[in-house]
C-alpha cells in the first residue's frame, strides 16, 4: 500500500478528515441494512408499466449509510461551530428553547385542515405573532402569509398595483431601485409587471437624494429602498425620501431584510414606509440557509391594508377564526388573492414568537444595540489593516473594498479561500456591487468579544501576510479542507449535476 501523494498517508484521511468513495461507489450488489418480508403475492394493476430494471440505488449496509451521512456533516461550517460572519444575511445562533417550543404536542402535529374549533391556540399565537410584528414596526396591518423574504416583496408590490388600480392610476409603470439594493427587489419589480430604474448611490454610500428626485414623475409607482441598506449603513436621508415619493402619489416598499439593526430602536412606519417583508428566518431567530422554509410577513400601511391577502385572522366573540374571503375586496377590485396555500409556515411563527417573548421589547432593543456595537468594534479594529468602504461609523455590518490588496496580486477570493483554512466560513464576497471587490461582514449581535478579537486577529493576520508577498499561500488556498480550490468557473458554466457510472470500468464516468 503507498501513501496519499496529497496527504502522506496510507489512507488518504487527514486526522479525523474521512476521505470515502461516493456513497454510489460504496454499492455491493445484494447487501441490505434491512431485512424485509417477501412481499404478498397479488395481480399486479401496472400492466405494461412495471420497472424491469433495477432502480440504481447503491446497497450499503447500515453503518455504512450512517458513517457517510455523519462524515458529510462533519464536513459543514456551522453556526454551532464558530462566528459565521456572512455579509447581509444576519446569520446568528438560534435558542434551543424555539426547537423544543416548535415541537411540543398540538404545535408540531397541527393539520391545515382541521376545523378552525380545534386550533384555537394556534390561531390565538398567529394573532399574538401579529401583534408584535405590529408594534415592533409601527404599522397597523400585517400579512402572514409570504413564505420568504422574496415572497413578501412580491406581496408588498402586488399590494401596491392593486392601491394604484384602485384609485384608477395603473399607467404608472416604473418602480426606483437603489443600484445597491437586494438583487430580489428589482427582480420582484419585473415580475410584477414593472419598469426598473436604478437610483445610484452617492459617495457616502447612500441613495442620492438628487439623482432620485430627478427620476420622479406621474408615472413612478414606488420605491424600493433596504434600510440599513446593503453597504451596512443607515439611510440617513430616508424621511425626505418617503416624502418625495409621496409627494408625486407613489409609495414606499421597505426590504427587512436588516430589520435586526433597528428592532427596538426605529418603527419603519414612523419613517414613512408603507409596507415592508420581514424575514422571521434572520431576525427572529429560526435557522436560516440550506433552501428550508422561510416566512416573509409584510406589514402594510394604513393605505394599503385593504390590499393585503387573504387569509387572515380576526378575533371575535366566538373566539379566533380565519377570514377565507373576502366579497367586498372582490367586488371592488381590492383583492389579488392568495399568496400561498393555507396561511403560512407555522414553525417560523412559533420560532418568531418564542424568540419575541423570552427577549421582551427591551431584549429586542439590545439585539439591535449588540448587532450595532459588534460591526462597529470590527470595523475599527481592521480598519488600519484593511479599508473600510465608506468614512463614519456602521450599522450591523462592515464592508470593506480590497484597496488594501492593491500591488498584492492577492484577490478578495484569495482572502475568502484562506479562511477557510483559519477554520473561518468566508464572508459576503463582492457584494454589494457598488464597491469594488466587495468584503461584507456581519458579525451579528451574539458574538462575544473574545470571539470577535480571534476573528480579527485571523484577519489582521491575512491582510499582513497578503501585503507581504505571499501569493502563492493565497493563490493554493484552501490547502486544509477536504477539497482544494476548484475551478469555479468550469463549476459553474460544466457542472456535474449526477453520478453515473462508467459503462466500461463501473467507476465514476465523470
Known sequence: MTRDPVTGTFSGNRGLQIEEPLIFEQDAPGRTGVD???PPKIK????GLARKGAIGLPGLSEPQVVRHYTRLSQKNYAIDMGLYPLGSCTMKHNPRLNEKMVRLPGLA???PLQPVKTVQGALELIDKLAHWLKTLTGMPAVALSPGAGAHGELCGIMAIRAAHEAKGEGHRKRILVPESAHGTNPATAAGVGYA??????NDRGRVDL?????KLGADVAGIMITNPNTCGLFENDIMEIADAI???GGYFYGDGANFNAIVGRVRPGDLGVDCMHINLHKTFSTPHGGGGPGAGPVVLSAALAPFAPLPYVVHGPNGFDLVERNDHAQATGQAFGRLKSFHGQMGMFVRALAYMMSHGGDGLRQVANDAVLNANYLMASLKDDMTPAFEGPCM???LFDDDFLKGTDVSTLDIAKAMIDEGYHPMTMYFPLVVHGALLIEPTETESRDSLDQFIAVMKGLARRAKSGDTGYFHAAPTLTPRRRLDETAAARKPVLRWKPSPITGEAAE
Open 36 to 38: 424485509l418480508p417477501e
Open 44 to 47: 399486479s394493476r401496472l400492466g
Open 109 to 111: 402535529d397541527l393539520h
Open 196 to 201: 426598473v430604474d436604478p437610483i445610484p448611490a
Open 210 to 214: 438628487a439623482a432620485l428626485k430627478a
Open 246 to 248: 409621496h409627494g408625486v
Open 396 to 398: 450591523h455590518e462592515a
